[in-house]
């Protein structure tokens, strides 16, 4: 594959989409390296890959033993740009296998419920929930904002960049009592931030947030490599 002809405008699309939804600046880098690194394993014209082509790439890293976070992140970023830029409905199928991948990585219950209890803050409890509930990256979780969470039907709903579709995610009873908690906190505190995750009239950078999950697993003994 002549990486010139075929990338180049492809990284350019991916950037401009991207940039355009608002993602940061770093997950525009993760995203355009998980697609290259897609393409130089596919070895075809990029449009002519298929789900199997994925399913295959992700067995083989699994191979070489990439973090689950890895994983997620290379099916995100094949998702958004096969499923969400060109519009090829089937990869909508990749979501499935990231939920497989989750369900087989990922805490149990009682452990992130450990990792929850040992943060003193409401928040950083919300965000270490949220993050093992939803199987979103870490970009996506920290710009998820008060209109995004629905209390009355327990749901998390993630729009999609054109607006057509939606993601539907189900709270757990204890992430809606961590949510109610923290919004009361937020309403004492004058908190006028859209953003669940806020910092200074904007919401906490990646590293911010998984310096929190981090400091969590620390504190809980739990030994979970996020990258």
């Given at each position: 594959m002549?990486?010139?002809?075929?990338?180049?405008?492809?990284?350019?699309k991916?950037?401009?989409?991207?940039?355009?939804?608002?993602?940061s600046?770093?997950?525009?880098?993760?995203?355009?390296?998980?697609?290259?690194?897609?393409?130089?394993?596919?070895?075809?014209?990029p449009?002519?890959?298929t789900?199997?082509?994925?399913?295959?790439?992700?067995?083989?890293?699994?191979?070489?033993?990439?973090s689950?976070?890895?994983?997620?992140?290379?099916?995100s970023?094949?998702?958004?740009?096969y499923?969400?830029?060109?519009k090829?409905?089937?990869?909508?199928?990749?979501?499935?296998?990231k939920?497989?991948?989750?369900d087989?990585q990922?805490?149990s219950?009682?452990?992130i419920?450990?990792?929850?209890k040992?943060?003193?803050?409401?928040?950083?409890?919300?965000l270490?929930?949220?993050?093992?509930?939803?199987?979103?990256?870490i970009?996506?979780?920290i710009?998820?904002t008060?209109?995004?969470?629905?209390?009355?039907?327990?749901?998390l709903?993630?729009?999609?960049?054109?607006?057509?579709?939606?993601?539907?995610?189900?709270?757990?009873?204890?992430?809606?009592?961590?949510?109610?908690?923290?919004?009361?906190e937020?309403?004492?505190?004058?908190?006028?931030?859209?953003?669940?995750?806020y910092?200074?009239g904007?919401?906490?950078?990646?590293?911010?947030?998984?310096h929190?999950l981090k400091?969590?697993?620390?504190?809980?003994?739990?030994?979970?490599?996020?990258?």
């Amino acid at each position: 594959m002549q990486e010139t002809r075929y990338t180049a405008p492809i990284e350019a699309k991916l950037g401009y989409e991207m940039d355009h939804k608002g993602f940061s600046r770093r997950a525009q880098e993760k995203y355009i390296y998980h697609v290259k690194k897609f393409f130089e394993y596919v070895q075809k014209e990029p449009r002519r890959a298929t789900i199997t082509d994925v399913r295959k790439y992700v067995r083989n890293l699994k191979k070489e033993r990439k973090s689950e976070v890895c994983i997620n992140e290379t099916i995100s970023a094949i998702t958004f740009l096969y499923r969400d830029i060109w519009k090829r409905s089937s990869f909508s199928e990749l979501e499935k296998m990231k939920q497989q991948s989750l369900d087989e990585q990922y805490l149990s219950r009682e452990q992130i419920k450990r990792m929850s209890k040992v943060m003193p803050q409401t928040k950083d409890k919300l965000l270490i929930e949220l993050f093992f509930a939803s199987g979103l990256p870490i970009e996506e979780i920290i710009t998820i904002t008060t209109r995004d969470i629905h209390l009355d039907d327990k749901l998390l709903v993630i729009q999609s960049q054109q607006g057509s579709r939606r993601r539907y995610i189900m709270l757990s009873d204890d992430i809606i009592e961590h949510y109610i908690h923290y919004l009361t906190e937020r309403y004492y505190l004058g908190v006028q931030n859209v953003y669940i995750f806020y910092d200074e009239g904007h919401h906490l950078s990646e590293k911010q947030a998984l310096h929190i999950l981090k400091k969590s697993a620390a504190k809980s003994g739990i030994d979970f490599s996020f990258f």
